[in-house]
T-cell receptor, first 113, second 113 residues
Framework: NAGVTQTPKFQVLKTGQSMTLQCAQDMNHEYMSWYRQDPGMGLRLIHYSVGAGITDQGEVPNGYNVSRSTTEDFPLRLLSAAPSQTSVYFC????????????FGPGTRLTVL | GENVEQHPSTLSVQEGDSAVIKCTYSDSASNYFPWYKQELGKRPQLIIDIRSNVGEKKDQRIAVTLNKTAKHFSLHITETQPEDSAVYFCAAKVGGSARQLTFGSGTQLTVLP
């Protein structure tokens, strides 16, 4: 199993550009999430999904969209990038609502100029 | 929603000494408390977790204690080694619900040789 994969690993955008961060998992997990990691602020939840066709907002959803058309994929879209969105983005997945291990992807380092 | 506070933000110990990281949470309904370790440039990985029906859990050199009355939990690392140097995150969740993990802000642990 590849686990949770993310592409790209690094990305530089100009203010106002849009892009999609890709996330995929091959563990048939129902739950998938997107976090951003900023220095001194831990991991903050952007959006999450409890299954195909179901998404919900997390703590910091503004400026981001998600969709979940399949169990495997959970892309994160930046509609109009802003310097405040410079961060490291982690996708994660887990098997259901219980106390199961959450697995993280390798991360995407995004810089918005 | 849940709020998790983590202290200290940085911690330096001599190799062989013990390290303690503390977290408090606000939602009394939370009953699942994992700890993640993130090495430099890597993804967070689960190292230990505890559920509210136990007060302490050990796994070799690491242990976690939980005080539900006071709403705090702690990570203890004994006989620290240089490879323990990393950022450690605590988290809290209401088990069995759709709510996602809420993370603390992280502790940078440095083990000095």
């Amino acid at each position: 199993n590849a686990g949770v994969t993310q592409t790209p690993k690094f990305q530089v955008l100009k203010t106002g550009q849009s892009m999609t961060l890709q996330c995929a998992q091959d563990m048939n997990h129902e739950y998938m999430s997107w976090y951003r990691q900023d220095p001194g602020m831990g991991l903050r939840l952007i959006h999450y999904s409890v299954g195909a066709g179901i998404t919900d907002q997390g703590e910091v959803p503004n400026g981001y969209n998600v969709s979940r058309s399949t169990t495997e994929d959970f892309p994160l879209r930046l509609l109009s990038a802003a310097p405040s969105q410079t961060s490291v983005y982690f996708c994660a997945s887990k098997d259901g609502a219980g106390e199961n291990t959450q697995y993280f992807g390798p991360g995407t380092r995004l810089t918005v100029l | 929603g849940e709020n998790v506070e983590q202290h200290p933000s940085t911690l330096s110990v001599q190799e062989g000494d013990s390290a303690v990281i503390k977290c408090t949470y606000s939602d009394s309904a939370s009953n699942y408390f994992p700890w993640y370790k993130q090495e430099l440039g890597k993804r967070p990985q689960l190292i230990i977790d505890i559920r509210s029906n136990v007060g302490e859990k050990k796994d070799q050199r690491i242990a976690v204690t939980l005080n539900k009355t006071a709403k705090h939990f702690s990570l203890h690392i004994t006989e620290t080694q240089p490879e323990d140097s990393a950022v450690y995150f605590c988290a809290a969740k209401v088990g069995g619900s759709a709510r996602q993990l809420t993370f603390g802000s992280g502790t940078q642990l440095t083990v000095l040789p």
